[in-house]
């Protein structure tokens, strides 16, 4: 059986569900030290304006706190403007209306920690492109080993490094007419993009 071993995202990007969708099992890293400018709490989007990340702020209340630990802080009214900036750029988009009434309440109800956040949305993400991944949360901060391949460094928002496993295919875009097709962007632009035909992508 493979394992790919991954850190927690918020609305993660392509690449990530593909993990999740082609491995055997996959392992949530849960122990790693809190970084920042990640995936754990950013996430990317294709706007009129060019690419833009949204970022969830948290509280960190040690430079070695443990991501399970993180909390989300409620800064800058953050939910309301995701949400515009989800409407905004994707109203357009052929599923926005049929995906709307799933992705809402996540900006609308208050999760504590960011890992129950993320988790609340991978499990929501995964019903409506219809994969049904083994996952598990690790126990203890995991070291990479023969049993797993690790992708936590691999898939990352700042510094990516290469995958020989991933290939960014192009699919429609809503701003694809102006920059041309943006690759390995959250899940929610291919879910608006290609709706019930995404899991076929993964």
């Known amino acids: ?14 690449q990530w569900y593909q993990k999740l969708n082609r491995y055997d099992h996959c392992v949530i ?7 920042k400018q990640t995936y754990k709490n950013r ?3 294709a706007t009129a304006n060019g690419l833009q990340a949204l970022t969830v702020p948290v509280e960190v209340s040690s430079n070695r706190e443990e991501v399970k630990d993180v ?15 989800l409407q905004s750029a994707y109203s357009e988009s052929p599923f926005f209306d049929y995906y709307v009434d799933d992705i809402r309440p996540f900006f609308e109800k208050k999760y504590a920690f960011l890992i129950d956040f993320n988790e609340a949305i991978r499990q929501t993400i995964c019903e409506l492109v219809d994969i049904h991944p083994s996952v598990e949360y690790s126990l203890k901060f995991r ?15 700042k510094h990516p490094q290469e995958d020989a496993e991933f ?3 192009p699919y429609w875009q809503v701003f694809q007419h102006r920059y041309g097709f943006q690759p390995n962007l959250s899940i929610l632009d291919l879910l608006f993009c290609m709706g019930p035909e995404s899991v076929f992508y993964l």
């Open 167 to 169: 290939e960014a295919r």
């Open 143 to 157: 070291v990479e080993s023969l049993e797993l391949r690790d992708f936590r460094d691999v898939i990352h928002a």
């Open 43 to 45: 996430c990317v989007i």
């Open 71 to 85: 909390r989300i802080s409620d800064h800058n009214n953050w939910r309301k403007v995701h949400w515009h900036a």
């Open 29 to 35: 890293e849960q122990h790693d030290t809190y970084q």
């Open 1 to 14: 059986m493979t394992t790919a071993l991954l850190q927690t995202t918020y609305f993660g990007p392509v």
